[in-house]
């Protein structure tokens, strides 16, 4: 019989229990110094505190460099200047546990050094019940990176209520507002985070806000593989499914990057609003494919196609179709339909039968229109096509006549540049170098290489 089974957990515990096993992955000691190096503790009455703590390795380092350099500390001035928050019961436990026995290490008597970390590691949330005005000059720590769809209902309502709606779209955008909103006018923030916050979309009015008061001083890219360690009841052997860096962010006017709404780029630091010259986007029209909703309604097999009018169908290409980066002969059609007139009965009939399973949000007031339109789409001349998802800039080149679907990136050559010239420049080492530095990480080396980021792709011709 398990203890939850005698002793039942309530909905809030269950939901920081939830929190706690898809969050709780820790620093490595290496990762821990070297960002405690960056920042200016300890010193005088600076006081550093780790806003989730969880086994307390950020709060055991620098509790090492406190008593290194402060050997006779007192209690009241090491409770003062040392401070650590962590939500989870168990965690918390941890936490006090490596502070105590560091402290008897150093010579505190066991009850005095338990005591002692009792106090310094709160067992609370740092987001509702923590501080809300300046009071930290050093923050420091590795923060929860997850996205607010993923929390239990009642911490999502609970920090939407405390916080501001630029936060509110992953945990890791909570931290950092409220790490920026609890700092001293000299203060620092030294984090360990995941690097999506730097350059996405979602994340630029945190940035903007953030930008207002902090810059960033030192920005540098972490060996997931290395950079933490889990705890036991984590499976062991894997890395996080994060691309990680350690940032330190100080006063706008001492730091290297000042921030802003524009993306900060981890492995291409400059400065945010730099210009790149001339851009793909203005020589060339880049779109993104039509998403035609669930598969086998408006984008149908060659068994299906055979039974409707042919003059209402077009060979249609996912990535699928793309083998060794050559484009294989399309064995889907896509359904083309317009606002203006009904199709004819066999494809109304086709639509009819299969619409009750199309995803809802793919649902159209005018039911034999497709999710996304493309009935206006020139399909008369040839195009490029980059996947999404990718390791490299790799176009493919599409004949007329076809049409990539569901969000492929298509590129349409303009009048200034022949498209041959257009897949010269992203087939080159520059492009592809540049393309690496500025876009998402994702698994086994691949990139997200949005209509955004191939925008504003720097070219020459």
Same mark, same amino acid.
């Not at 945010?272 to 909703?293: R, S």
């Given at each position: 019989m398990r203890m939850n089974?005698?002793?039942?957990?309530?909905?809030?515990?269950?939901?920081?229990?939830?929190?706690?096993?898809? /969050?709780?992955?820790? /620093?490595?000691?290496?990762?821990?110094?070297?960002?405690?190096?960056?920042?200016?503790?300890?010193?005088?009455?600076?006081?550093?505190?780790?806003?989730?703590?969880?086994?307390?390795?950020?709060?055991?380092?620098?509790?090492?460099?406190?008593?290194?350099?402060?050997?006779?500390?007192?209690?009241?001035?090491?409770?003062?200047?040392?401070?650590?928050?962590?939500?989870?019961?168990?965690?918390?436990?941890?936490?006090?546990?490596?502070?105590?026995?560091?402290?008897?290490?150093?010579?505190?008597?066991?009850?005095?050094?338990?005591?002692?970390?009792?106090?310094?590691?709160?067992?609370?949330?740092?987001? /509702?019940?923590?501080?809300?005005?300046?009071?930290?000059?050093?923050?420091?720590?590795?923060?929860?990176?997850?996205?607010?769809?993923?929390?239990?209902?009642?911490?999502?309502?609970?920090?939407?209520?405390?916080?501001?709606?630029?936060?509110?779209?992953?945990?890791?955008?909570?931290?950092?507002?409220?790490?920026?909103?609890?700092?001293?006018?000299?203060?620092?923030?030294?984090?360990?985070?995941?690097?999506?916050w730097l350059f996405n979309v979602g994340a630029a009015k945190l940035r903007e806000s953030l930008g207002s008061r902090l810059g960033i001083d030192r920005l540098q890219r972490l060996d997931p593989t290395s950079a933490f360690y889990r705890p036991k009841d984590r499976r062991a052997g894997s890395p996080p499914r994060i691309h990680p860096v350690s940032v330190v962010l100080r006063p706008s006017s001492v730091a290297a990057i000042p921030l802003s709404a524009a993306p900060v780029f981890p492995d291409k630091q400059e400065q945010?609003?730099?210009?790149?010259?001339?851009?793909?986007?203005?020589?060339?029209?880049? /779109?993104?494919?039509?998403?035609?909703?669930t598969n086998g309604i408006f984008v149908v097999d060659e068994a299906t196609a055979a039974s409707l009018p042919a003059e209402h169908l077009v060979p249609a290409i996912d990535t699928d179709d793309i083998r060794d980066g050559q484009l294989q002969t399309p064995t889907?059609?896509?359904?083309?339909?317009?606002?203006?007139?009904?199709?004819?009965?066999?494809?109304?009939?086709?639509?009819?039968?299969?619409?009750?399973?199309?995803?809802?949000?793919?649902?159209?007031?005018?039911?034999?229109?497709?999710?996304?339109?493309?009935?206006k789409r020139n399909l008369n001349e040839p195009i490029l096509l980059v996947p999404r998802i990718a390791r490299s800039l790799r176009p493919v080149r599409v004949p007329p006549g076809i049409l990539p679907v569901n969000h492929n990136l298509s590129i349409v050559a303009a009048d200034r540049v022949t498209l041959d010239e257009i897949e010269e420049m992203l087939s080159s080492k520059e492009a592809n170098e540049w393309m690496q530095a500025h876009a998402a990480r994702l698994e086994s080396g691949f990139y997200s290489l949005t209509t955004t980021l191939l925008r504003q792709l720097p070219v020459q011709f």
């Open positions: 089974d005698l002793f039942p957990l309530s909905e809030r515990e269950e939901a920081i229990n939830a929190l706690h096993y898809a /969050t709780a992955i820790y /620093t490595a000691a290496p990762v821990v110094d070297d960002l405690l190096d960056a920042v200016d503790w300890p010193r005088g009455n600076r006081r550093l505190v780790d806003p989730s703590c969880g086994d307390g390795i950020f709060l055991g380092r620098a509790l090492a460099r406190l008593l290194r350099e402060r050997p006779k500390v007192r209690e009241d001035e090491l409770l003062d200047v040392l401070q650590g928050w962590e939500l989870h019961p168990s965690a918390a436990q941890q936490s006090r546990a490596r502070v105590a026995e560091l402290l008897e290490d150093h010579g505190w008597e066991p009850g005095k050094a338990r005591a002692a970390s009792e106090r310094m590691v709160r067992q609370a949330d740092f987001l /509702t019940a923590g501080p809300t005005g300046p009071y930290c000059h050093v923050l420091a720590g590795n923060p929860p990176y997850l996205r607010f769809t993923n929390l239990h209902q009642l911490l999502r309502a609970e920090y939407q209520a405390a916080l501001p709606a630029y936060a509110c779209s992953d945990l890791l955008h909570s931290f950092l507002d409220r790490c920026a909103s609890v700092l001293m006018p000299d203060g620092e923030v030294a984090l360990v985070t995941a690097d999506r945010p609003n730099q210009k790149p010259g001339i851009t793909l986007g203005e020589i060339a029209k880049v /779109t993104l494919a039509p998403w035609l909703g889907r059609y896509a359904i083309r339909t317009t606002p203006d007139c009904p199709p004819p009965p066999a494809i109304m009939a086709h639509l009819e039968a299969n619409m009750h399973r199309m995803a809802k949000r793919g649902l159209r007031k005018i039911p034999w229109l497709p999710p996304e339109s493309w009935h």
